[in-house]
């Protein structure tokens, strides 16, 4: 087995990076959701001054990085690499973000998972020596989403309970191999899980099977159980998918009760807030929650160790269309202040 | 600076990854081109059994990593990191592959710089004590790009002669941290340029910058030059970008001359191959040309020292819509056989 490997997915870093900084913006509906005091900043106009919503979340992702890098007293060219991805054809929003940036790019797919392959990454090459400083981000943009995977939103269209609403934010955390906390202590690497949902609409479901999976995986590799924990957060799960994986975790002999939360969950207050329906979703949707209100948490040490837990669902309308189901994949990352 | 670092860019291994094996399987058309000799499987039918151009690329990518662990006497589960990526939305050749192979994955979109992308990142992971064993892979097919990015391909749309042509064919390539080479040696990591070419006919043009970029900061942090490349080759600039990129590093004091070529213009016979104009593009034209005939020298020690510099377009349909030029990158990595 690899040197720095634990069990058959996870890594253990000996000198774990610390994340120095975040930053975090947010949509209108998620600045007045109840996490709205850890944001960095709210959008006043989902178009943020530009011309498509498509540009919008480029501006977002962009802005997002660069304020990161301020709160570190950081410039780019400080920076040795940039971890990011995000939904839209050709991950559009972080290529046009990394144009302006001129950091040296790796680009990622791997849909709402992208926070935590990004961290999982960034962690990697910087407890690997290849870098002091680099940047994992990502974002999501309600209406450029919708208009991709959907319908254009000039149909109206209605939306089932168990319908999720993609986050418009993005987050950024800036990882450096010196620094004060929060470490990167574990990363356990997902695989592609399938158990045949093929409802677009139910996509918290759908991705159940891939989280399940690396939590599990997680545990059996590094003999941490819940308990050892302070918080384990998937992505986006939502409402019916977050009470489906209590249980299947459950079974194998892991009660993650108060422990566990999602992300998709806590962005929204689901019992006020209109259409947000089973929860929040979209790769903005663990990125705003982790680098606004999780991070805050762990810096002033009233959660002690995270595990963060992105999930993507890895369809697209053509694999849907061509009656594929929709396969899932989630990265925990395990973050401590210590 | 980091320890592993050279200069702004590049990463030198001091335990190089070991490219075991590789595989590369090719379409009809590339199977009639001057490399046929080199792939091991050629298609007969571009459907390669499937119902539709999507999931045979799908069956395309799984089917060449099998390949690539058949010949190095693995078997999926032994395998520590798959990444991947493909020019389909959301990457869906390389993810429904994934759920075939169940190897923890990273999903990566990088256009068609994505096997030097991969390649980089499978060296960092091994290099840096996370894995044994990694596995680096991209595909593209010439039938689900066209009518992605283009035009149905029953419009039978004319092409000008600066047009490139997809490639369909896959290649991957299994890196080992124990192995007989060729090794990865170093690593140069692209930032994303542009230039403001809009010309989505002519996009070996609007890679140029990003490769050039790149070939210049190899060569400015590595302190090599061409002299001491046996082989320089970039992924898809075509008969166009090929002569220009020449140039413009010639201009920085490097003459690659006659060291230099690029996959798409190798890849087919440009002269009598009707339709393919200025040469190859797509993922998997690096992919089969580096996996196929590259490999197939370093190993019989024809070629000493190969730069492999995948380039790619980061442009969509929906971002030349909205009047964006077409940002580009490139990825370089040396491997040797010594």
Chains 1, 2 share one sequence.
């Not at 253990?12 to 007045?32: C, L, Q, R, V």
């Not at 944001?39 to 919008?56: I, N, P, R, T």
């Not at 993650?256 to 689901?270: N, P």
């Not at 990125?287 to 890895?314: E, H, M, P």
Request: charged share 20%; glycine share 10%; hydrophobic share 35%.
């Amino acid at each position: 087995m690899a040197e720095k490997k634990l069990g058959q997915q996870t890594v253990k870093f000996n000198n774990p990076p610390s994340i120095i900084s975040t930053a975090s913006i947010a949509g209108i509906k998620e600045g007045e959701g109840p996490l709205r005091d850890y944001y960095d900043m709210v959008l006043k106009d989902d178009l943020f001054g530009e011309e498509s919503w498509e540009k919008a979340e480029s501006k977002l992702s962009r802005e997002t990085v660069l304020l990161s890098l301020s709160k570190a007293n950081l410039t780019p060219d400080k920076i040795d690499y940039l971890f990011a991805g995000d939904l839209l054809n050709q991950i559009i929003s972080s290529s046009f973000s990394a144009r302006e940036l001129k950091i040296p790019f790796f680009g990622l797919y791997g849909a709402c998972s992208t926070m935590t392959e990004s961290l999982s990454m960034a962690s990697m090459v910087i407890d690997g020596g290849y870098a002091d400083y680099a940047v994992a981000t990502t974002s999501s943009h309600f209406c450029s989403a919708e208009r991709q995977y959907r319908f254009p939103l000039e149909y109206g269209t209605q939306r089932p309970p168990t319908a999720q609403w993609t986050v418009t934010g993005s987050g950024a955390a800036v990882l450096a191999k010196n620094g004060n906390g929060p470490y990167v202590k574990f990363v356990t690497t997902g695989r592609v899980m399938d158990f045949g949902v093929k409802d677009a609409n139910n996509m918290g479901a759908a991705m159940v099977p891939a989280a399940a999976d690396t939590i599990l995986r997680h545990f059996k590799d590094t003999g941490l159980s819940p308990k050892d924990y302070d918080l384990i957060a998937t992505g986006d799960l939502g409402e019916l998918g977050g009470e489906l994986i209590k249980d299947v975790v459950a079974k194998e002999g892991y009660d993650m009760g108060s422990k566990y939360t999602d992300c998709g969950i806590e962005v929204y207050d689901t019992e006020k807030q209109i259409d947000v329906n089973a929860g929040g979703s979209g790769c903005g949707c663990s990125a705003i929650t982790f680098c606004g209100y999780i991070y805050d948490q762990l810096v002033k040490k009233n959660l002690g160790r995270v595990l963060l837990v992105s999930t993507g669902a890895l369809l697209s309308p053509t694999s849907s269309l061509q009656g594929e189901s929709i396969p899932g994949i989630a990265h925990a990352v395990t973050i401590e202040m210590g």
